[in-house]
């Protein structure tokens, strides 16, 4: 949004400098994003007298002017046909830059006569589109600045211009009165009077406007008035200069007016040649899909349905709240216009001017929300400008459908600009600044401004009252201590867990990845998943059509893409949901890590080796250990088809408390995922982890004896396909409260013990904890190993 600030004093009677204004508007909250001065580029040209000017020997229509500047005569060659002896000129000497033709002024000669200098025009200087002949000033001294003449005698020519930012919620800043309505509340000056139209209609309006039922919604209100006998032309000088300063090229008076009512009042308005609408009716509908329409920007569009559109008898003419059609556009030779005030649906506008790619002021304006309440007066103020301008005689006006009621109060609760904001700020100082902005006070209810559809409660009140106020005002202040001793704590057990369990992955020197909880079909039927209860309804592509059933596929592909770039040794491991459906609570959150590769570098000693299940299988129970787990657990098999059938445990409390699966990926798995190498993996369930039953701060003694521990050495024959965790397991369970730990140190296959025999040998300690272990008591529980090891495996004691 660019306005010039004789533009702003306009409707703001201030005497704030440029800068003053420029620091409120970005401390309100309408950014200023640049200042441009206007006169900068003027600032070398200065003003000279023609002595005299005679006809050049060579060309019948250049003169050669003997021109009086601040450094004495200059001879200047010109042939403008105003150059002539005792006019007061804007002379530009050599090296000066004439922005109107980009170009440094230089020496030169002109058939055979040298220049210096030359005198110029109002659009070299980019003042004007006037070319025609050089600047003929009324009064000046010789030598002065021009510029300096200028800001005595036509200021808004030199006036500095200023542009905004807009936020969405603020369609009342994108016109200048909004703008000058903020400024006045803030201090900086008295708002204006709003001129109040008077507009008496002279005859009737002979052209009638409709409403579809089904449209209103998208066009509540259609207001319009015809003005015959208009002369159309060059707009007034002043209003030229307005628009070319914000970057708008003056066209003719009628199209100009509405540019300038849609930058000064945020109030887009449309003229039609009134003789050219067919049927004398307008008629506001729904595109039914296939319309065309030829637009001001002389571009053809096609519509699609639902869009909105005004027609006359003979098709469409406009696109409601976007832009107007060139066949019933106003040229000079318009003598009748129809000039429409009309509010449209923002959000239907949106669509509209998005879907035909049409960026223009009055879309701009219609879809962030003009104030519907001033659409009848917009009207005629822009009409009664066009008959005191170009002349004419107004009709009555016309309407179809009604202005839409955006009446809405809400509560002013002074106490809670120090509860939301913390600024202190008295009653009778917010009250002010409300009835400033426009709200109107009754009681200690402020009723909503037409022009303000962003403010929809009592803290977009407080928000007001703060913004005015200053928010650079707000001091910080020590909080009052609320609570006494310790607070509770934040976050859940599972959240620490979480985080345990981050931290000491990290510490064994994984690396966190954070996939997307979405991956293709293919992988997740490798897991378990692909079904269509984890479907995607509107997946955002292919790869991502499902809900992941494990974590393990994310880190996959990950890894994958590694190897594919020449990272074959790789330690990754992730945190979060996975889903086994598709309701709420159909998810659990895991820990998985993944070990692809080798261990390490190449070692001229043979440190370097393939990972292997013991790995994975000791991070594992680093991370249990972490969130808690208990030292005492289980190593089952049986987890699913994914994990390798022989090289994998499950990590159980019993054979129905999971706690962890380990092990090696099955190598069709690999495959499919692409990975080279051995992959090692853990999937872990924190939340099946036993909370403590006592909750505190403090950690339990370390439970240590001081009695001699006792270790003994069996070896059983057993069949070939007996696992080793099936007899360390039977091992274990003889004597819980005696066995401390059971480890397997031999593996003997062949030799005497025959065909499909193997001999496994394990070390059983004994921990006692209350007194030293006799051969009696020894012997008993040796027995009961041997028992429990024969049922549980149908093997024997090597002899």
Same mark, same amino acid.
């Given at each position: 949004?660019?306005?010039?600030?004789?533009?702003?004093?306009?409707?703001?009677?201030?005497?704030?400098?440029?800068?003053?204004?420029?620091?409120?508007?970005?401390?309100?909250?309408?950014?200023?994003?640049?200042?441009?001065?206007?006169?900068?580029?003027?600032?070398?040209?200065?003003?000279?007298?023609?002595?005299?000017?005679?006809?050049?020997?060579?060309?019948?229509?250049?003169?050669?002017?003997?021109?009086?500047?601040?450094?004495?005569?200059?001879?200047?060659?010109?042939?403008?046909?105003?150059?002539?002896?005792?006019?007061?000129?804007?002379?530009?000497?050599?090296?000066?830059?004439?922005?109107?033709?980009?170009?440094?002024?230089?020496?030169?000669?002109?058939?055979?006569?040298?220049?210096?200098?030359?005198?110029?025009?109002?659009?070299?200087?980019?003042?004007?589109?006037?070319?025609?002949?050089?600047?003929?000033?009324?009064?000046?001294?010789?030598?002065?600045?021009?510029?300096?003449?200028?800001?005595?005698?036509?200021?808004?020519?030199?006036?500095?211009?200023?542009?905004?930012?807009?936020?969405?919620?603020?369609?009342?800043?994108?016109?200048?009165?909004?703008?000058?309505?903020?400024?006045?509340?803030?201090?900086?000056?008295?708002?204006?009077?709003?001129?109040?139209?008077?507009?008496?209609?002279?005859?009737?309006?002979?052209?009638?406007?409709?409403?579809?039922?089904?449209?209103?919604?998208?066009?509540?209100?259609?207001?319009?008035?015809?003005?015959?006998?208009?002369?159309?032309?060059?707009?007034?000088?002043?209003?030229?200069?307005?628009?070319?300063?914000?970057?708008?090229?003056?066209?003719?008076?009628?199209?100009?007016?509405?540019?300038?009512?849609?930058?000064?009042?945020?109030?887009?308005?449309?003229?039609?040649?009134?003789?050219?609408?067919?049927?004398?009716?307008?008629?506001?509908?729904?595109?039914?899909?296939?319309?065309?329409?030829?637009?001001?920007?002389?571009?053809?569009?096609?519509?699609?349905?639902?869009?909105?559109?005004?027609?006359?008898?003979?098709?469409?003419?406009?696109?409601?709240?976007?832009?107007?059609?060139?066949?019933?556009?106003?040229?000079?030779?318009?003598?009748?216009?129809?000039?429409?005030?009309?509010?449209?649906?923002?959000?239907?506008?949106?669509?509209?001017?998005?879907?035909?790619?049409?960026?223009?002021?009055?879309?701009?304006?219609?879809?962030?929300?003009?104030?519907?309440?001033?659409?009848?007066?917009?009207?005629?103020?822009?009409?009664?400008?066009?008959?005191?301008?170009?002349?004419?005689?107004?009709?009555?006006?016309?309407?179809?459908?009604?202005?839409?009621?955006?009446?809405?109060?809400?509560?002013?609760?002074?106490?809670?600009?120090?509860?939301?904001?913390?600024?202190?700020?008295?009653?009778?100082?917010?009250?002010?600044?409300?009835?400033?902005?426009?709200?109107?006070?009754?009681?200690?209810?402020?009723?909503?401004?037409?022009?303000?559809?962003?403010?929809?409660?009592?803290?977009?009140?407080?928000?007001?009252?703060?913004?005015?106020?200053?928010?650079?005002?707000?001091?910080?202040?020590?909080?009052?201590?609320?609570?006494?001793?310790?607070?509770?704590?934040?976050?859940?057990?599972?959240?620490?867990?979480?985080?345990?369990?981050?931290?000491?992955?990290?510490?064994?020197?994984?690396?966190?990845?954070?996939?997307?909880?979405?991956?293709?079909?293919?992988?997740?039927?490798?897991?378990?998943?692909?079904?269509?209860?984890?479907?995607?309804?509107?997946?955002?592509?292919?790869?991502?059509?499902?809900?992941?059933?494990?974590?393990?596929?994310?880190?996959?592909?990950?890894?994958?893409?590694?190897?594919?770039?020449?990272?074959?040794?790789?330690?990754?491991?992730?945190?979060?949901?996975?889903?086994?459906?598709?309701?709420?609570?159909?998810?659990?959150?895991?820990?998985?890590?993944?070990?692809?590769?080798?261990?390490?570098?190449?070692?001229?000693?043979?440190?370097?080796?393939?990972?292997?299940?013991?790995?994975?299988?000791?991070? %594992?129970?680093? $991370?249990? &250990?972490? /969130?808690? +787990?208990?030292?005492? #657990?289980?190593?089952?098999? @049986? *987890?699913?088809?994914?994990?390798?059938?022989?090289?994998?445990?499950?990590?159980?409390?019993?054979?129905?408390?999971?706690?962890?699966?380990?092990?090696?990926?099955?190598?069709?798995?690999?495959?499919?995922?692409?990975?080279?190498?051995?992959?090692?993996?853990?999937?872990?369930?924190?939340?099946?982890?036993?909370?403590?039953?006592?909750?505190?701060?403090?950690?339990?003694?370390?439970?240590?004896?001081?009695?001699?521990?006792?270790?003994?050495?069996? %070896?059983?024959? $057993?069949? &070939?396909? /007996?696992? +080793?965790?099936?007899? #360390?397991?039977?091992?274990? @369970? *003889?004597?819980?409260?005696?066995?401390?730990?059971?480890?397997?140190?031999?593996?003997?296959?062949?030799?005497?013990?025959?065909?499909?025999?193997?001999?496994?040998?394990?070390?059983?300690?004994?921990?006692?904890?209350?007194?030293?272990?006799?051969?009696?008591?020894?012997?008993?529980?040796?027995?009961?190993?041997?028992?429990?090891?024969?049922?549980?495996?149908?093997?024997?004691?090597?002899?």
């Amino acid at each position: 949004m660019k306005f010039t600030l004789s533009w702003l004093k306009q409707h703001l009677d201030t005497t704030a400098s440029v800068d003053d204004i420029c620091y409120a508007l970005t401390d309100l909250g309408l950014e200023v994003e640049g200042v441009e001065d206007r006169g900068a580029k003027l600032a070398d040209f200065t003003i000279g007298k023609v002595i005299s000017a005679e006809k050049h020997p060579d060309a019948d229509r250049l003169r050669v002017c003997q021109v009086d500047t601040d450094e004495g005569m200059k001879q200047i060659i010109c042939g403008a046909p105003n150059a002539r002896e005792g006019i007061t000129v804007v002379v530009a000497k050599p090296g000066v830059y004439v922005p109107g033709i980009d170009t440094t002024i230089g020496v030169g000669k002109i058939r055979g006569i040298e220049s210096f200098g030359m005198m110029a025009s109002e659009r070299e200087m980019e003042l004007s589109e006037e070319h025609d002949g050089i600047i003929e000033l009324p009064s000046g001294e010789v030598g002065d600045r021009f510029v300096d003449w200028l800001a005595e005698n036509d200021p808004a020519k030199v006036d500095p211009v200023i542009e905004i930012a807009i936020t969405p919620n603020r369609p009342d800043a994108l016109g200048v009165r909004g703008i000058a309505r903020d400024l006045a509340a803030r201090g900086l000056g008295t708002l204006k009077a709003a001129p109040e139209p008077s507009l008496e209609g002279a005859f009737p309006c002979p052209i009638t406007v409709t409403i579809d039922d089904d449209t209103l919604g998208q066009c509540p209100v259609f207001f319009g008035r015809m003005i015959r006998g208009v002369k159309n032309g060059p707009s007034p000088a002043w209003l030229r200069d307005r628009l070319r300063a914000i970057g708008l090229r003056p066209i003719s008076f009628l199209v100009d007016v509405t540019n300038y009512f849609t930058f000064d009042r945020n109030r887009p308005l449309h003229v039609f040649d009134a003789d050219k609408i067919a049927g004398g009716a307008l008629r506001v509908h729904r595109a039914v899909g296939g319309e065309t329409l030829v637009a001001l920007d002389d571009k053809e569009y096609t519509f699609a349905p639902d869009m909105t559109l005004i027609s006359d008898a003979n098709g469409v003419e406009s696109i409601g709240g976007v832009m107007g059609g060139l066949h019933s556009g106003c040229t000079e030779e318009t003598v009748n216009v129809f000039v429409e005030a009309a509010y449209f649906d923002p959000v239907r506008t949106a669509y509209t001017g998005r879907a035909l790619r049409i960026n223009s002021d009055a879309r701009y304006r219609f879809e962030r929300g003009i104030d519907p309440a001033f659409t009848p007066i917009g009207l005629d103020l822009a009409c009664e400008m066009i008959v005191d301008i170009a002349g004419g005689e107004v009709s009555s006006r016309v309407q179809a459908g009604a202005i839409p009621d955006t009446a809405r109060a809400y509560r002013l609760n002074a106490a809670r600009v120090q509860s939301l904001v913390g600024m202190d700020i008295p009653e009778s100082e917010q009250r002010q600044t409300l009835t400033a902005l426009g709200f109107r006070l009754d009681g200690d209810m402020a009723h909503v401004p037409s022009w303000r559809p962003d403010v929809m409660g009592e803290a977009d009140l407080v928000e007001e009252v703060a913004r005015i106020a200053s928010l650079t005002k707000l001091k910080g202040k020590p909080l009052p201590r609320l609570t006494t001793g310790v607070p509770k704590p934040v976050m859940t057990p599972m959240q620490r867990r979480q985080q345990a369990a981050r931290r000491t992955a990290a510490a064994l020197g994984y690396n966190e990845c954070v996939t997307y909880s979405f991956i293709d079909q293919a992988s997740a039927a490798l897991f378990g998943g692909g079904d269509d209860a984890t479907m995607l309804e509107n997946p955002i592509s292919t790869d991502m059509s499902h809900m992941r059933p494990a974590l393990l596929p994310g880190l996959l592909q990950a890894a994958a893409r590694n190897q594919a770039r020449g990272f074959m040794d790789l330690a990754l491991f992730e945190v979060g949901p996975a889903f086994h459906g598709g309701e709420p609570g159909e998810e659990h959150n895991l820990v998985s890590g993944l070990l692809v590769g080798r261990t390490g570098p190449k070692d001229v000693h043979g440190a370097s080796r393939p990972v292997d299940v013991f790995d994975v299988k000791a991070d %594992a129970e680093a $991370v249990l &250990a972490a /969130v808690g +787990a208990p030292a005492r #657990v289980q190593i089952l098999r @049986g *987890a699913s088809d994914w994990w390798h059938p022989g090289r994998h445990g499950m990590i159980c409390l019993g054979p129905k408390k999971v706690l962890g699966v380990y092990g090696e990926l099955h190598p069709r798995v690999l495959d499919a995922m692409d990975i080279k190498g051995p992959a090692m993996a853990f999937t872990l369930w924190p939340e099946e982890v036993p909370l403590p039953r006592k909750a505190g701060t403090n950690r339990g003694a370390q439970d240590i004896s001081d009695l001699q521990a006792v270790e003994r050495d069996f %070896a059983f024959v $057993v069949d &070939a396909g /007996v696992d +080793a965790l099936t007899l #360390v397991n039977a091992a274990s @369970g *003889a004597d819980k409260a005696l066995i401390e730990d059971v480890r397997v140190f031999d593996e003997f296959i062949g030799g005497s013990l025959g065909e499909g025999k193997k001999s496994l040998a394990i070390t059983v300690r004994l921990q006692p904890r209350e007194t030293t272990l006799k051969d009696a008591d020894i012997e008993a529980v040796a027995k009961k190993v041997i028992e429990k090891v024969t049922k549980a495996t149908g093997g024997s004691l090597r002899g």
